[in-house]
């Protein structure tokens, strides 16, 4: 009986962890269950802030779709890096600016501001010493560019008064509250998921160490009785035998095995990754933040990158590009006076080049971005995400292949694929017209 006792011993143990293991998981899987974690397609300047407000009021401030569309696009390209809807950065907010201004002042102020400062025109006169004598750049955008941006503002403001009436606080607050909510209840309950994840760790750990000592004692206690046979006490003493174990033939050959495959497996990797650049993140002489810049105040890109839609390559931008707004902005922060000390020294910014594709390739960015529509981040990854920049794609020449195999070429309203359009679809009816379609795999395409 004894016998029987001593033997089902570790069976209960195990069977009491097994049992509280599964619930403590069961539990874990359910809590999980409550959050769900959206991963989607980001475009330079998106925010999730932005997409629920867009939600909210899809056609707020009324107004041409088309026309409120490229506003957005102009706005963040031209006026991003001064102006906001419902904050002031460098310049007003322009929240009301055509209850404030008529449309035939603003023309001529956003074309030409200091021309109409020179004239003596009071308002003009005024915001230009409210706001520190900072000149506001001219623009040269036609009437129609302009009225675009307008009507952009009129639905912004559309959409924060839609929000203000749901109950939100209007103004700053309304801005900065709704971002916060779109993306906090996901964010909350991740957290939460996380820390109830560690303690049922920490849970599971005490319950393992209490079984152990559990066990000792109930030992201790029956190596004092006296009533136990032979059968009994060599249970009760047995020791894994370590030795024996390290000593096995199989158990020799299996990690010898294991060790095999991991040296071969670690030296095809590294012959298949000389040259390979991907997650290569330097530090650079300046801590600048794309999240900050790119994400948080949704500065285009083609703001900085001013050649990315109409040159071969994406230039770096250089420091007066930088003094548009630090001259007025965080102007006593240590990194911006690195930029200061740059331009009285003449000398260029030492940026550290993170993208470099070897010499034998011929790339066009403007082919990608201008042509075919690409964004940035189908090269760059989440670039809006990023404090600091870091290789996101392999780019190996199998990397381009592939994407010139699957990638449709955008060929709307270019005259120019019309004729390949026609001829693809005489030979290959029902497949899509790619990359590859129109001679994208070609040797002579990226060497030559």
């Given at each position: 009986?004894?016998?029987i006792?001593l033997?089902?011993?570790?069976?209960?143990?195990?069977?009491?962890?097994?049992?509280f293991?599964?619930t403590?998981?069961?539990?874990?899987?359910?809590?999980?269950?409550?959050?769900?974690?959206?991963?989607?397609?980001?475009?330079?300047?998106?925010?999730?802030?932005?997409?629920a407000?867009t939600?909210?009021?899809?056609?707020?401030?009324?107004?041409d779709a088309?026309?409120?569309?490229?506003?957005d696009?102009?706005f963040?390209?031209?006026?991003?890096?001064?102006h906001?809807?419902?904050?002031?950065?460098?310049?007003?907010?322009?929240?009301?600016?055509?209850k404030r201004?008529p449309?035939?002042?603003?023309?001529?102020?956003?074309?030409?501001s200091?021309?109409?400062v020179?004239?003596?025109?009071?308002?003009?006169?005024?915001?230009?010493?409210?706001?520190?004598?900072q000149?506001?750049?001219s623009?040269?955008?036609?009437?129609?560019?302009?009225?675009?941006?307008?009507?952009?503002?009129?639905?912004?403001?559309?959409?924060?008064a839609?929000v203000?009436?749901?109950?939100v606080?209007?103004?700053?607050?309304?801005?900065?509250d709704?971002?916060a909510?779109?993306?906090?209840?996901?964010?909350?309950?991740g957290?939460?998921v996380?820390?109830?994840?560690?303690?049922?760790?920490?849970?599971?750990?005490?319950?393992?160490?209490t079984?152990?000592?559990?066990?000792?004692?109930?030992?201790?206690?029956l190596r004092?009785r006296?009533?136990l046979?032979?059968?009994?006490?060599?249970i009760?003493?047995?020791?894994?035998?370590?030795?024996k174990?390290?000593?096995s033939?199989?158990?020799?050959?299996?990690?010898g095995?294991?060790?095999?495959?991991?040296?071969?497996?670690?030296g095809?990797q590294s012959?298949?990754?000389?040259?390979?650049?991907?997650?290569?993140?330097?530090?650079?002489?300046?801590?600048?933040?794309h999240?900050?810049?790119?994400?948080?105040?949704q500065?285009?890109?083609?703001?900085?990158?001013?050649s990315?839609?109409?040159s071969?390559?994406?230039?770096?931008?250089?420091?007066?590009?930088?003094?548009?707004?630090?001259?007025?902005?965080?102007t006593?922060?240590?990194?911006i006076?690195?930029?200061?000390?740059?331009?009285?020294?003449?000398?260029?910014i030492q940026?550290?080049?993170i993208?470099?594709?070897?010499d034998l390739?011929y790339?066009n960015?403007s082919?990608?971005?201008?042509?075919?529509?690409?964004q940035?981040?189908?090269c760059?990854?989440?670039?809006?995400?990023?404090?600091v920049?870091?290789?996101?794609?392999?780019l190996?020449?199998?990397?381009?292949?592939n994407?010139?195999?699957?990638?449709p070429?955008?060929?709307k309203?270019?005259?120019?694929?019309?004729?390949?359009?026609?001829?693809?679809?005489?030979?290959?009816?029902?497949a899509?017209?790619?990359?590859?379609?129109?001679?994208?795999?070609?040797?002579?395409?990226?060497?030559?």
């Open positions: 009986m004894n016998s006792r033997r089902s011993l570790p069976h209960l143990l195990l069977a009491l962890f097994l049992t293991a599964g403590q998981q069961a539990a874990a899987q359910d809590a999980g269950a409550t959050a769900t974690v959206k991963k989607e397609g980001v475009v330079p300047g998106a925010t999730d802030g932005a997409t407000a939600a909210v009021a899809p056609a707020a401030g009324g107004g088309a026309a409120i569309a490229a506003g696009a102009l963040k390209t031209n006026c991003a890096q001064c906001a809807v419902n904050e002031v950065i460098v310049g007003p907010a322009l929240s009301g600016i055509t201004r449309v035939s002042w603003l023309l001529p102020w956003i074309k030409n200091s021309k109409l020179a004239s003596g025109d009071e308002y003009a006169v005024a915001i230009y010493n409210k706001y520190n004598k000149q506001m750049p623009f040269a955008l036609s009437d129609t560019e302009i009225n675009s941006i307008l009507a952009w503002v009129t639905a912004e403001e559309g959409k924060s839609n203000a009436g749901a109950g606080t209007a103004g700053n607050a309304a801005a900065t709704g971002q909510d779109a993306g906090g209840a996901e964010a909350g309950a957290k939460y996380d820390i109830l994840l560690i303690v049922l760790v920490v849970v599971l750990i005490v319950l393992v160490v079984l152990v000592i559990i066990g000792n004692l109930m030992k201790d206690v004092g006296k009533d046979d032979g059968r009994d006490v060599e009760l003493e047995q020791r894994f035998d370590w030795g174990m390290y000593r033939p199989a158990l020799r050959g299996i990690v095995v294991v060790f095999a495959l991991v040296l071969l497996y670690e095809v012959v298949m990754a000389i040259g390979l650049t991907q997650g290569y993140q330097p530090t650079q002489p300046i801590a600048f933040s999240k900050l810049h790119a994400g948080e105040h500065i285009n890109c083609a703001y900085c990158h001013t990315v839609y109409k071969k390559s994406a230039n770096i931008p250089s420091a007066n590009i930088c003094m548009n707004c630090h001259s007025q902005i965080k006593e922060s240590p990194e006076k690195k930029i200061y000390r740059a331009i009285e020294r003449k000398q260029p940026w550290v080049r993208h470099n594709l070897p390739a790339f960015h082919q990608h971005t201008q042509v075919a529509g690409l940035c981040q189908t760059h990854g989440p670039i809006q995400n990023m404090e920049v870091y290789q996101y794609s392999a190996t020449m199998g990397w381009c292949i994407c010139h195999r699957e990638m070429v955008n060929a309203d270019n005259k120019y694929y019309d004729n390949l359009v026609k001829l693809h679809n005489t030979k290959n009816a029902g899509p017209f790619t990359v590859s379609s129109n001679g994208g795999t070609e040797c002579s395409k990226c060497h030559y």
